[in-house]
Each structure stands twice: as C-alpha cells, then as structure tokens.
C-alpha cells in the first residue's frame, strides 16, 4: 500500500485544535456519519536494517505489525506500507525484541477524520504534545503525484503552511527529547 503525507505540530498552525475539529466534524456530516472516531494507540518499535518495523495496540484490545519506508522530509512524502492482523500480540512481542530488538514506544490519542481516501489524525502524542497529520491512500491507479496535490489543497483549506511541517516520525522526536 502507498500513502503521500506530511506532520504539523498543531501549535504552529494559524487555526487552532478546536477550529480544526470544528471544521472536519462539518466536512464529515456531508459525507457519512462514519467518518470520525476515536483511538488510543500505542506503538512499540524494533531495530530495522531497511525502513521501520513496528508493532500497534489500538485501543488496548487489537494488534498489527507495521513495516513501512519513508524518507524524512517535511514536505509530502511517499510511504510505502504493509499491514498484517497479529493474533498474539504478547508472543509476537516477545519474538520480535529478541530478533530485532526493542527501540521503545509511542503512545496516543487519535481523533481520525475520513474524506474520501484522506485520513485526517488529530494526534495527542504522550510527551509530544498536539500534531496533525494528513494521509492520503493512494489507489493502485493513482500516482503520486495526484496524491501530493491532493495534500496541497488540504494543506491550503487547512491554513498549513510548508515551514509547518514536520519532517520526523514522533519516535524519532521522542527519541531526542528525551535522549534515548
């Protein structure tokens, strides 16, 4: 799978968290009453050779392994991912530190906003702070190219501006933060 992104720290931005949430929750009731809801995620990620592996717990009940590659940049970038269900999170764990290694944890709150094949997380980063992030699925037919105008016209009707933009993962800003 393949997504065009990009990350703000919602502080830096000229509208606030509540203005943001005010205007996806308008924008949402004109596509489905599906298209908010809420999470908790928490991220444990393993030493890597190529791109970054990581293992997700959503809402302390279902599990995922995560491997993606994605260059740091603070413009839109490509993300290239794959996805499996883990069934036993525990032994996985436990598997993966002793192949790979631990590097540590993210944990957050994530308010997600669906608009067509556009993911819109309102990230509450434990230690972080506030951050918005934009993902736009990318359908086999599409190009990337479709997928970075696609982040420029949210990036406009959301008042970001490119030096709002974050070019780290929360782990990587986590990791220096605290020295890890």
């Known amino acids: 799978m393949r997504n065009i ?10 509208k606030s968290k509540d203005d ?7 924008n949402a009731i004109d596509i489905s009453p599906e298209t908010h809801f809420s999470i908790f995620q928490r991220d444990i990620f393993f030493r890597s050779e190529k791109g970054r ?21 603070p413009q839109s970038k490509l993300s290239t991912y794959w996805r499996s269900p883990l069934q036993d999170f525990a032994s996985m764990e436990q598997i993966l530190t002793e192949l790979h290694g631990k590097l540590g944890e993210v ?8 608009f067509k094949n556009t993911r819109i997380h309102l990230d509450q980063v434990a230690g972080l702070g506030d951050f918005l992030e934009l993902e736009v699925v ?12 696609t982040v420029a016209w949210f990036m406009q009707q959301l008042g970001i501006n490119p030096s709002d933009l974050l070019s780290k993962s929360y782990f990587e800003m986590l990791s220096e933060h605290s020295n890890i």
Do not use: M
């Open 5 to 14: 992104e990009i990350k703000a720290r919602i502080g830096s931005l000229s």
């Open 107 to 114: 944990s957050k709150a994530r308010e997600v906003y669906l």
């Open 53 to 73: 592996l990581k293992a997700r717990v959503i809402n302390n009940h279902s599990a995922e392994l995560i491997f993606y590659v994605r260059e740091n940049s």
């Open 138 to 149: 990318l359908k086999p037919e599409e190009t990337e190219e479709e997928g970075h105008q």
């Open 20 to 26: 943001l949430i005010d205007l996806f929750k308008r």
